[in-house]
């Protein structure tokens, strides 16, 4: 008798388990099917100014379509470095106004960031850091309205993998 109540407790606790973690994976279902990549492309030197050029590329795995927010001009806002060593260069506007972007099913998103560093190409060597996407989704204008201030909370933020430099 005590081994049937126990087997039975046992079936609940775990089905309870199951239940949970099926919940959690569903509500995580649209950041579970996205990826964040990003590559060391090359140094670029404008002006005498070095930038180190990271392609980075936002997939949509999943079956539907993914939509963000995002500016129109200053769209590097968006991302950010784990390391004050290099920060991301972001456009300066007159006209800067939110909008969505679309990664329709199975597709992917590639943009070219540049960064900028105080210290020299050589003091540099073998830096290892993180690139980050604040991926904000929004399925229309009118919630794009009311979570637009998410852009600069960065709370939401998507990690590359380790890159570092040679």
Known sequence: ?????????????GSSIFVF???QTNYNDKTEQLTFIAIVDRWETIADV???????????????????????CSWQEAYATDTKDL????????KNVHELVKIPPKSRRDTVLKLISQKSVGELKGLQFRVGFNFVSAKNYDEMLSKASQLTEMKNVIWSDTLKLN
């Open 50 to 72: 070095n930038y180190l050029l990271i392609k980075t590329t936002l997939t949509n795995f999943s079956s539907d379509t993914v939509t963000y927010i995002t500016m129109s």
């Open 1 to 13: 008798m005590l081994f049937k109540k126990t087997l039975i407790r046992l079936f609940f606790i």
């Open 87 to 94: 920060v991301v260069v972001i456009n300066e506007c007159v």
């Open 21 to 23: 973690c099926s919940f």
